[in-house]
Each structure stands twice: as structure tokens, then as C-alpha cells.
């Protein structure tokens, strides 16, 4: 028995994974029954990840591990005997409840944010649909709770990370500008040209960009959202300025040159790991992508407490405030 608890973060984001479970005996027939099912998300996974994503079948899996916490709390007296009644909407509810209080978590909880608990929620519910699913049993979905999104903050928290990478760059000149720069350049620059989810940021390849004298554009495939999940997404063609096109090309050559330092296969992957990370010219996760962008926020944030500047948000740490603060800025334009 393989089923172990992981906590997933409302954006997705692997997270460490917790101490195997011991609460329930592996001879617990659901417990078997869902461990088979996993495994079959597993084998789709490793064959097909359009199907089956890293991130899907990590959801999927501390799912599976929540539930396995579940049953010696608590969820009827039939739970454990099959994967239908552990799936049934008495055993269902009880999950959910224990999952909203956190009886499950297997580690400290860190975030106050509301939105959270129920984007976890609505994970739960999806992945057990799942199960039933591949399972062919019926389920009954309970009411999934409203999706909440995080408020916005001030359009000129974007002017100011640009402002901020345009001085780190400046103190370089372009020859001895290091990759990490030159790649931040080019990743705000298409930001706040086409406003990219950080998967359709990590997905974008090389062959998307077309930068001739009279063409600058870039096809993004959009990830759906919401109650657009499961419809097949459409590639959209979209312009970039002058200057994002020249980030660009900077960034370009030196992703040549990284791939020159590669042993194997060549990336068709947009952007790339970069010095000093150890996996140099590896194409870079959304992670990556994250934390890179975490840290320009943070130094920004620094800068304006130290010059004691009044503001009334934080500069946002999350890319996707980001990201739907310049969309709202975009719609009101347009408006």
C-alpha cells in the first residue's frame, strides 16, 4: 500500500510529501480497490501527462492519502469494506467535514487566506469524481463551493518590478549581463504583453514566437478555467511590443548558448534554467518560474519599506494577483 497524505496549495504547487500512512491497515478493501485505481492514473500519467498532468495526479494522490486519514477517524461504519461505499454521500460528507477542520492535514497549517479551504474543496470534490469515474461507480457531487479569487491590487505594482529589472539590468553591461536577468526581462516583457498563467508560461515553446521585421507575435494556448475545465483550449495569436521583442531576442541567444553546454536532447522549451542553478539549460517549472518571480516582489517590497513609501497593498508575492490585476487594468481600457 502506497497511499500517502500530500498537502496541495491553492495554485498547485508541489508540495513535500507527508510520512507514509499506518492509521489503516492496508488489508482495508477501499484502500485496495482505490490504490488500484491510482495506479492506473499513475501508469496514464507516465505515458500520456495531457491526460493525466504531474499536478493532477499529485491532487490525486493526497486525495487518496486524506481519505486513507479519514476512515479510522470516521465516516460510516461501511466505509473501509469497498470503494463504493467509501465514495457513497454519507462517507463523502463526513470526508469533506473532517477535510474543512483540518483533522487531515499532516502538516502545520500556513495560510490564512479563506480561498483556500475552498479551493481545496473543490479539488477534493473533483478528484473523487475521478475516482468514481475510472472506477465506473456511481457518485452523487455534493455543491461545490463559489470560486474565490484573490483582490487585486494597484496597476503601478507592475511599473514598479519593471522599473526594478531595468536597474538590476543597468548595473550589467549587456555582455557581462547575467542569463537570470536577461531571461527576467523577457518572461515580464511577455507578462505584461500577453498575461500568461505561469503552466502556460512553463508550456510556451520556442517555435510559438515568430520575430521578423514586419511579424512579432506569440501563440499562447490558453489553459481553461473554471467552468471552462475539460473544453479543448484554443491557441491564440497574440502581439508583442517593441521591447518585449528585443527582451526577447536577447534571451534567444543566450538560451543558445546554454543549449550548447546540454549533453542530450534539445529543449523546445521557451525558457530555460539559468545560472547558478545546477540543472542549467533544463527547461524551467512553473516552480522555478514562481520563486523566481517571489523574489523580485519581495526585493521590490523591500525598497518601498525602506524608502518609507505610504501604500495601502503589498507588492504581491503570487503571480496570478499579478496577472489579473494588469487583466483587470487591460479590461477597463478596453471598456
Known sequence: MSLSARNVSASGDRSTPAVALTAVPSSAPALRELERILDVFRTVNRSNKD?????????????????ALALPLGLTETAADSLAELLAPD???????????????????VSTDPTSFDTSERIRIFCLERF???????????????????????????????????????????????????????????????????????????DDLVLTADTRTLTLIRQPQGGLRGKMPEPETLDLSIDTTGRLDDWLDRRSKLIVRLQGGVPKQLWLAVPPNPDEGVPVLRRGISKWY????????????????????????RWETMRRTLLAQQQAGES
Open 91 to 109: 462517507a463523502v460528507h463526513a470526508y469533506l467535514l473532517y477535510g474543512r477542520g483540518g483533522y487531515l492535514r499532516s502538516a502545520p497549517m
Open 51 to 67: 491526460v493525466v498532468s504531474d499536478s493532477r495526479l499529485q491532487q490525486l494522490e493526497w486525495v487518496a492519502g486524506e481519505l
Open 294 to 317: 517571489k523574489k523580485v516582489a519581495d526585493a521590490v517590497q523591500k525598497k518601498q519599506d525602506a524608502d518609507d513609501v505610504p501604500e495601502e497593498d503589498l507588492v504581491p508575492t
Open 132 to 206: 468514481a469515474e475510472q472506477a465506473r461507480l456511481p457518485f452523487e457531487a455534493p455543491d461545490l463551493p463559489p470560486w474565490g479569487l484573490r483582490p487585486t491590487v494597484s496597476p503601478l505594482m507592475a511599473d514598479l518590478i519593471t522599473r526594478h529589472l531595468e536597474l538590476e539590468a543597468e548595473q550589467w553591461t549587456e555582455a557581462d549581463r547575467p542569463d537570470v536577468i536577461v531571461r527576467g526581462l523577457a518572461m515580464w516583457g511577455v507578462m505584461r504583453d500577453v498575461l500568461p498563467r505561469l503552466g502556460e508560461l512553463e508550456s510556451m515553446l520556442v
